[in-house]
């Protein structure tokens, strides 16, 4: 077998979904043309510029425009603007043939099956044969697209379904065609987790497949619901949202997100070609939503849905009167006792034993979902873990409905569904008898899943690139305190997991990163600090920072700030590798950690910045010294190398934050060449311990301390003053903002020294904890800190 390599795609159609898989394409490197057809008329622009329709601008202009719209778009599609330029435009007519230079060709046209063959007809006059061709539909069946085309085609052609926005949605749908052999659908499967980065499911050609099937049945049976048990949008939201495990868009949010006609479009599919379904009727829209379609109140593309914008304000629809009021806030006691649940898998036990509405809500809602998605096998996929992939991937939820039932118990979820009239599969009963009581378990660190046909665990296969905390942390855990775990993760690396609330950096969590070095130093080869949570770490505890600055306790809040320090460099000069593998929000301190590793593995997904700024303080965990020190780093003869520490300087005072972690290294806190970026988050720790290993192996030896740090002093100082100052006076910056700026100033110049200096990293780690502690005796900087942790977000006074 040939090793087939994707250098180079054409993405055919380039509306929203076609433009954004052109550009998570030109994220992970790859060469991509994207075609759309040719405009029939001219604008009035066109007209009075006098172009014709043969010119090159004219006839690429729908292309054109839709990449551009889709580039503008927040949040972005693209890791990194110059990425683009690995986006080349054409159209239909003039640029076709080139298709016959390309590895995978993917149609993303208008879903109108009469449309996508006449597309395929075209494209098999030039597609070269062994070339890959899939259809980005969402829900025509894939063998009617193939019909009449070629045995070579027919070889290579079947669906691949990204989800919308396909950078943020893991799941990538794979749908096999009559004729699609098994080596397309083998390499698909690989390249989507390993290069896309994507979570790869094999689906059965059936309506909307797995994730849409199962998605759209979840909100439309919510829709029914809401009627009957007499809810309002803000309650579903409230229910459906971060409690469950869902994002925080819930239902009514993401509807509005996604599109109405979005939704509705799938909704009808199903309807009509799945008359033996079940659920059959629930697919049948409710009055509201078709008054809804005939208003055109399609969600956020259209002003207003579910939600509507007016002013500052955001209003919602009153499902009753179908006009639009304030917003309510919804407030139910069983969602109080989950408040001090910090693991979503652990609430929904309580949640269904809820005594009021949100109790029969969650009742009715989860008996629904699992009688649906049990009947849903083998029509839809053999193997239950799919469906819960899908949802995950696909949806964004925590968890999947075959964990859920899991977590609630399988004997108690089939109580529920038989409350509410419905029954479970036959093959549930049968699974309980044969004496397996979980749809899941974990042995030796892996995942099995029950399989229906053989009536017993099987492992769910694709682990072994993973290494999955969840499976390991209670058999290879080495030490563990109240705000970490460590575990072995075999081949002689230990790894630290904070385990503290939004994996804050405290006292607990910087002992357990102590000691974890000090056994690794002693028994192990090498570290990585990782975790799977949703985020690698917002920072420092500041509500302990707050205490002890309001209760003027400077000496404890000094020993904490030089604990912290100490800990990093730590970090940096132990004896063994030390590897930081961030993902998510990687604020403050855990920037901060990340900066002071040997070297960091970051998911593509990291947004990583030093904003102690907008706290009323500056980086005290090292991170001022670092980006000094980094800045001296990039001094070249002759260079102005006032230049270059004034934008590391501006980096940490405007408190930049990367949009993924390809930025991260134009903000200087990742570094080319010594930093590297994972695109699927799952392989992450498995790629960190991998370097940790290879850095061991290739002889690792301790680093010496630096003290050869070139500092500019008052030359810098001054500069750096004039410029705050100016911005003091044009009201740009507030006196306290120009205060901190200052501190940080006098911190990254080295202090008031007359010349350039040689200095070491204690000396600017010194300046930078005084700095520190003196912005912490403020009263604005504590007001600051205050409303952060009041609200979550920053106060400028």
Not at 359 to 387: H, Q
Request: net charge negative.
């Amino acid at each position: 077998m040939s090793k087939r390599r994707i250098k180079k795609v054409a993405i055919i159609g380039s509306g929203i979904m076609g433009s954004g898989i052109a550009c998570h394409f030109a994220n992970i490197g790859v060469d991509v043309l994207l075609l759309d057809i040719v405009p029939r008329e001219l604008t009035d622009a066109e007209k009075a510029k006098g172009l014709t329709l043969e010119d090159k601008a004219v006839r690429n202009r729908i292309v054109n425009d839709s990449l551009t719209a889709s580039l503008k778009s927040k949040p972005s599609p693209i890791y990194h603007p110059s990425f683009a330029s690995r986006i080349t435009t054409g159209n239909l007519e003039d640029d076709i043939a080139k298709v016959k230079d390309v590895d995978w060709i993917m149609e993303v046209v208008v879903e109108r099956l009469d449309i996508k063959k006449q597309v395929f007809e075209k494209l098999e006059k030039y597609r070269t044969p062994g070339t890959l061709i899939t259809s980005n539909t969402s829900g025509i069946p894939i063998h009617f697209m193939s019909e009449g085309r070629s045995e070579d085609f027919q070889k290579h052609f079947c669906g691949t379904h990204f989800f919308n926005p396909a950078r943020y949605l893991k799941l990538f749908e794979i749908i096999p065609g009559p004729k699609t052999s098994q080596e397309v659908l083998d390499f698909l499967k690989i390249y989507g987790e390993k290069f896309l980065g994507k979570t790869s499911v094999i689906a059965k050609d059936t309506p909307a497949f797995i994730g849409n099937r199962i998605g759209i049945f979840g909100i439309q049976s919510l829709f029914h619901q809401v009627k009957e048990m007499d809810l309002t949008v803000e309650e579903v939201d409230k229910l459906t949202g971060p409690v469950i495990g869902r994002p925080k868009s819930a239902t009514f949010r993401t509807v509005d997100v996604v599109g109405l006609d979005t939704l509705v479009h799938v909704a009808n599919g199903i309807y009509e070609n799945c008359p033996e379904d079940e659920a059959h009727e629930l697919f049948k829209l409710p009055d509201f939503i078709n008054t809804m379609m005939e208003n055109k109140w399609l969600g956020s593309k259209t002003g207003q849905g579910f939600y509507k914008k007016e002013g500052k304000d955001i209003r919602t629809l009153d499902l009753n009167t179908l006009e639009y009021r304030d917003r309510k806030s919804a407030k139910f006691a069983t969602l109080e006792l989950t408040k001090t649940v910090d693991k979503v898998v652990d609430r929904f036990p309580i949640l269904i034993s809820g005594k009021d509405k949100a109790g029969e809500f969650y009742r009715k809602n989860f008996a629904a979902m699992f009688a649906y998605v049990s009947n849903r096998i083998p029509e839809i996929t053999d193997e239950l873990y799919k469906i819960d992939d899908a949802m995950k991937a696909g949806f964004g939820w925590e968890h999947g409905p075959f964990q859920i039932w899991d977590a609630v118990g399988v004997e108690k979820g089939i109580e529920l569904i038989k409350a509410e009239g419905l029954e479970p599969a036959a093959w549930v009963n049968e699974m309980l008898e044969s004496g397996n009581k979980s749809f899941y378990t974990v042995k030796e660190g892996s995942t099995f899943f029950y399989d229906i046909p053989s009536k017993k665990q099987e492992k769910v296969p694709g682990q072994d690139a993973f290494i999955i905390l969840d499976n390991i942390r209670k058999s290879k855990e080495v030490y563990k305190n109240s705000g970490v775990v460590v575990e072995d993760l075999g081949d002689g690396i230990l790894n630290v997991e904070f385990q503290s609330k939004m994996n804050t950096i405290g006292g607990d969590v910087l002992s357990g990163l102590n000691k974890a070095i000090d056994i690794a130093e002693k028994d192990f080869a090498g570290l990585v600090v990782g975790n799977q949570a949703a985020n690698f770490s917002v920072g420092a505890n500041i509500g302990m920072i707050f205490m002890m600055a309001a209760e003027q306790e400077y000496d404890e809040l000094n020993a904490a700030i030089k604990y912290f320090q100490d800990s990093m460099m730590r970090m940096r000069y132990s004896a063994i590798p030390t590897i930081a593998a961030p993902h998510g929000m990687a604020l403050g301190g855990g920037c901060e950690l990340s900066m002071h590793a040997d070297k960091v593995v970051a998911a593509a997904e990291t947004y990583m910045g030093l904003v102690e700024f907008g706290v009323g303080v500056i980086p005290g965990g090292g991170g001022s010294k670092e980006m000094a020190l980094r800045a001296q780093d990039l001094f070249r003869k002759g260079d102005v190398e006032l230049n270059t520490l004034q934008e590391y300087f501006l980096t940490i005072a405007m408190a930049k934050v990367s949009t993924s972690a390809y930025e991260a290294f134009d903000l200087g806190v990742l570094q080319k060449g010594k930093d590297i970026i994972v695109v699927n988050k799952d392989r992450q720790l498995a790629m960190a311990k991998a370097h940790a290993k290879l850095m061991a192996d290739a002889g690792y030896t301790q680093p010496i301390k630096r003290t050869d740090i070139k500092v500019l002093g008052r030359q810098a100082l001054g500069m750096f003053m004039v410029g705050t100052d100016a911005m003091e006076d044009s009201n740009y910056i507030s006196a306290h903002d120009q205060k901190i700026a200052n501190k940080l100033a006098y911190v990254m110049a080295g202090g008031d020294l007359s010349e350039p200096t040689l200095v070491s990293e204690q000396y600017l780690l010194d300046l930078e904890r005084e700095a520190f502690l003196s912005l912490a005796t403020e009263r604005k900087t504590l007001e600051r800190i205050q409303h952060m942790l009041k609200t979550g977000k920053p106060l400028r006074n």
